[in-house]
Nanobody, 115 residues
Framework: QVQLVESGGGLVQAGGSLRLSCAGSINIFTIKTRAWYRQAPGKQRELVASIGSRDLKKYDESVRGRFTISKDNAKASVYLQMSSLKPEDTGVYYC?????????WGQGTQVTVSS
């Protein structure tokens, strides 16, 4: 069964940086979109950033200019560089890879930003 494995979460002070990584054994030729979502306590999961097959990047307004999504086209991977972190960025971050056939999700990694 295909799994996406995430890493890079943790505890950081406001203003700090973290880099999230996600990779899995997915046929790269079927990948359409790669993305990161987050879920804060008591809130619904929301889209943070996405990157398409032609490198078109989209960001939620709350992270634009602070977060950068990237990918390795030779792998089924996606990364999220997070800078100038704020306490409101706290939550569980999930990677997502959409293919021609289905969506794949990571197990989630906790990001906690202290004030």
């Amino acid at each position: 069964q295909v799994q996406l494995v995430e890493s890079g979460g943790g505890l950081v002070q406001a203003g700090g940086s973290l880099r999230l990584s996600c990779a899995g054994s997915i046929n790269i030729f079927t990948i359409k979109t790669r993305a990161w979502y987050r879920q804060a306590p008591g809130k619904q999961r929301e889209l943070v950033a996405s990157i398409g097959s032609r490198d078109l990047k989209k960001y939620d307004e709350s992270v634009r200019g602070r977060f950068t999504i990237s990918k390795d086209n030779a792998k089924a991977s996606v990364y999220l560089q997070m800078s100038s972190l704020k306490p409101e960025d706290t939550g569980v971050y999930y990677c997502n890879i959409e293919t021609d056939f289905r969506n794949y999700w990571g197990q989630g990694t906790q990001v906690t930003v202290s004030s």
